[in-house]
């Protein structure tokens, strides 16, 4: 089974927290929050993963890699253009 995680957003709403660094990388306890996402569903036997990144992509991107560190597999797609969560999984 795959994961679909939608994390390309710009967080406008939190702009003095997201200006360099986006949303879902935001730090809980340390971690990501997407780390504590991408955790938890590999605590159910989840493994692979796509992520849609388009604010900041390289952040995450570079957190995260091909997930080998993560003990997943994780491959990314590119929300160009931000045109709601709606049109993310067509990408």
Request: include cysteine; proline fraction near 4%; charged fraction near 20%.
């Amino acid at each position: 089974m795959k994961a679909v995680i939608l994390a390309a957003g710009k967080g406008t709403r939190m702009k003095h927290l997201t200006n360099e660094v986006p949303k879902p990388m935001l730090k809980v306890h340390g971690k990501p929050i997407l780390q504590h996402i991408i955790e938890g569903l590999r605590s159910t036997g989840i493994r692979e993963f796509c992520i849609v990144t388009g604010w900041h992509a390289e952040v995450v991107e570079g957190h995260f890699g091909d997930g080998a560190q993560f003990g997943a597999k994780i491959s990314y797609v590119r929300q160009v253009v931000q045109d709601g969560t709606g049109k993310a999984p067509e990408l």
